[in-house]
């Protein structure tokens, strides 16, 4: 029922299923969107997400019914939200290149790439990600 934006800071979301098993869908950044699937389609989503944040997080946050909105009166409005999902769908599938048909150091490699490019931070030693990830 609401948009959230991350204007700084780093966000984990995450299902928990039936099972019990919590599984991290997403590691966001700035300006990352979640919280659009029910404005997209105009129903309330029956998924529900945990956001847990890794680092001190400052968010902007608007009732979904507002987003839309301001979608209709302003197309530039939608075209920044597209832009956002776009860049979530591609996170999306990095992730799932990522974890897919390798084996495990293959995988560990990948996803800490990854992580350096979206979240490290270039230091005289290299590159730190300055996250807390189990």
């Known amino acids: ?4 934006l991350i204007r700084r800071g780093a966000v984990r979301l995450s299902r928990v299923y039936e099972s019990g098993e919590e599984i991290t869908v997403a590691l966001l950044r700035e ?18 997400y945990h956001s847990i944040a890794f680092t001190r997080v400052e968010m902007i946050t608007a009732p979904a019914n507002s987003v839309l ?5 302003d197309a530039s409005v939608g075209l920044l939200l597209l832009q956002g999902l776009s860049s979530r769908i591609l996170q999306t599938e990095t992730m799932i290149e990522t974890l897919t048909h390798r084996d495990m150091s293959s995988r560990l490699v990948s996803f800490l790439m990854v992580l350096c490019r979206d979240f490290g931070v270039a230091g ?11």
């Open 69 to 73: 909105r301001a979608i209709e009166e």
């Open 31 to 48: 300006n990352s969107l979640f919280g659009v699937l029910s404005l997209l389609t105009g129903h309330r989503s029956d998924r529900f």
């Open 1 to 4: 029922e609401r948009v959230y």
């Open 124 to 134: 005289e030693k290299g590159i730190t990600i300055d996250l807390r990830l189990s």
